[in-house]
């Protein structure tokens, strides 16, 4: 829901872009080969630099909603891997390195353009499920417990690939919502696509002056 599924290239600040408008999930029934074919595509078209989006619940109860996240590591809790199968070796390895998924230069880019702003923007870990259904609060008191700071349905596939290709990786959630059992509520996704167009503007500008700094 609220995902076009389209490829736009064309230029940001002078820089030559390649974007997606959205992306197919875990959750949809697709494997995760599909899910993450979009990504071998941005590599196989020249891209080095890859930025993934997402909208997440967020765990750490320091967060607020709307708040947009530096996604420092992940945790898959996906139950695969979309490098499950026959490796093909012109991508990368069969067992390639995750020590270092997103990359801390642009991380500390991504923080100098929020400073930029007069912003700053909180870091953590980000755990992939697959959803569909959100998590129950015991399944999110787990997960605080085991480091992560918020929780979403997608990204990991996409980042593992990316660095199974060697392309650099920055990732940034958008808390939309307080993940279950944080606050005294159900969860519904009309909340969650009220939030991402409040903060539309500010995400805009973000990724904008990311780019210029690239």
């Known amino acids: 829901v609220g995902h076009e599924g389209k490829l736009v290239i064309g230029e940001v600040a002078s820089r030559r872009v390649a974007a997606l408008s959205g992306r197919v999930h875990f959750y949809e029934g697709y494997d995760l080969r599909t899910v993450t074919f979009a990504t071998r595509t941005m590599g196989l078209l020249g891209v080095k630099m890859l930025i993934l989006t997402n909208a997440a619940g967020g765990i750490n109860t320091s967060?607020?909603?709307?708040?947009?996240?530096?996604?420092?590591?992940?945790?898959?809790?996906m139950g695969t891997s979309p490098l499950v199968g026959p490796n093909?070796?012109?991508f990368g390895a069969?067992?390639?390195?995750?020590t270092m998924v997103y990359s801390e230069r642009l991380r500390r880019v991504a923080d100098?353009?929020?400073?930029?702003?007069?912003?700053?923007?909180?870091?953590?870990?980000y755990a992939g499920l697959h959803g569909p259904s959100y998590e129950t609060p015991a399944e999110i008191?787990?997960?605080r417990t085991i480091g992560a700071d918020a929780v979403g349905m997608s990204t990991v596939p996409e980042a593992i690939v990316a660095r199974h290709m060697n392309l650099e990786v920055l990732g940034i959630s958008c808390i939309t919502n307080m993940a279950a059992g944080v606050l005294p509520h159900p969860l519904n996704?009309?909340?969650?696509l009220e939030t991402t167009q409040r903060v539309r503007g500010q995400f805009i500008a973000l990724l904008e002056g990311i780019i210029t700094r690239l």
């Open 189 to 192: 996704h009309q909340e969650v």
């Open 141 to 143: 008191k787990y997960l």
């Open 94 to 98: 069969r067992f390639p390195d995750m």
């Open 112 to 125: 100098e353009t929020a400073s930029g702003l007069d912003t700053t923007l909180p870091h953590g870990v």
């Open 88 to 90: 093909d070796a012109r």
């Open 63 to 77: 967060f607020r909603q709307g708040a947009l996240m530096v996604i420092d590591d992940h945790i898959n809790l």
